[in-house]
């Protein structure tokens, strides 16, 4: 499989290639030439099939000429082998129509945990077979740097700086950071803000000199591999509420739109998908851009949802892409456009090839809470305030009543416990396997947020490319 650039510029590239280099070159994210198909009698195929089978079916495709079913099969073992459940993502009733695919049984209690335990595991066999090196950079505000610690921790040929605002992310959400205890895992606190750590990671990715010595690399969702992972439970979620002889439709928490970007990518291959549900909290660009073609950037509110609390949105360049007719040249004028302005219109062909499988609702804290206390008073679940924004909009729907839809669960309702115990007057408790979380010691550096003190101590700490 080739994958080849969203702007159009950038040469085509093998998937080994596609996952070690995240961002293409000329700026656009990758995407594969074309849609592998699966026919009804495969997708029918797939029922009674493991989680870890029926990801080397649907991923096979994607992976040829870089990996063997076996390779692959081997990961997927690796990766999906310390999930605390053994259907991996398990599907749970709310009532005759509504189902939460529950995503959060990995690691770390985070849907981030399924793509990246694998991302993990294809870094190691590609570096290892190149005999190469890497070093991970990324600020976190919380999920994704304990992901993305726990994927990585103890491979040589890895080495991750994740940074975080000092004082400014939960005990839990350090603690399963800085608890790690692997010599190639480098926490460091700044003194500042997530934007300020973020501002500081993005300038030493533009450092090519240091950039290229440390061969550095992000472990966020525009990696083309990430989104690849989360393809596969679409389809095993579907096939087990009766496709490929009946349409499904999936309701999901979306922030950055990689995760409904692999639906999108699922009803691409074949899978009957009726309709996908885009669910924004008031930080709402995608549901405005779903609604009305009017892509501009707000400034971002807080809310209760904080993975959900993004302006721009980075994996929806895919679908302007692939639902726009594919053309890069006219894409990178248009993202060019909307990076000096901040705004910008989806063109008629966009709009037009986007509303044939999304809709979308914005979720206010009113709406929020009582899809929490509506799926725990009549379904006994607890669910996490994410869960809860993409319920509630799956509930709005005005979706032919018979279509089972399917919400993805995308966190452990212990990880936002305040605001649980709120909506629901229960708070859930932290699962037994992360509970010794408070017991264990922690390490990390605090350094002062400047470019100089950060990019001395990665220097100090990483092995430069030989
Ligand atoms: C990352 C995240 C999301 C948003 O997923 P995207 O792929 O960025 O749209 C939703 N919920 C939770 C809990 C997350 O961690």
Redesign the pocket.
Known sequence: MQYVSTRGRAKALGFEDVTLAGLASDGGLYVPEVWPQFSQAEIAALAGLSYVETAVKVMAPFVAGSLTEDELRDLCTKAYGRFSHQAITPLVQLDHRHWLLELFHGPTL???DVALQLLGQLFERFLSRRDDHLTIVGATSG?TGSAAIDAVAGRDKIDIFMLHPEGRVSDVQRRQMTTVRAPNVHNIAISGSFDDAQALVKRMFNDTEFSTRFNLSAVN?INWARLMAQIVYYFYSAVRLGAPERPVAFAV????????FAGYAAAKMGLPVARLIVATNVNDILHRALADGDYSQGTVVPTATP??DIQVSSNFERLLFDAGGRNGVALAEQMAGFEASRAMRLTNAQREGASALFRSARVDAEGMGLAMRWAYEGAAQIIDP?TAVGLAAARADDLDPTIPVVTLA??HPAKFSDAVERATGTRPPLPARVGSLFDREEAYSKLPGTFEAITAYVADHATPRT
Do not use: E, I, L, R
């Open positions: 985070a849907f981030k999920d969702s928490p979306t922030g950055n739109f990689g995760d409904v993975s959900m994410h995308t966190a």
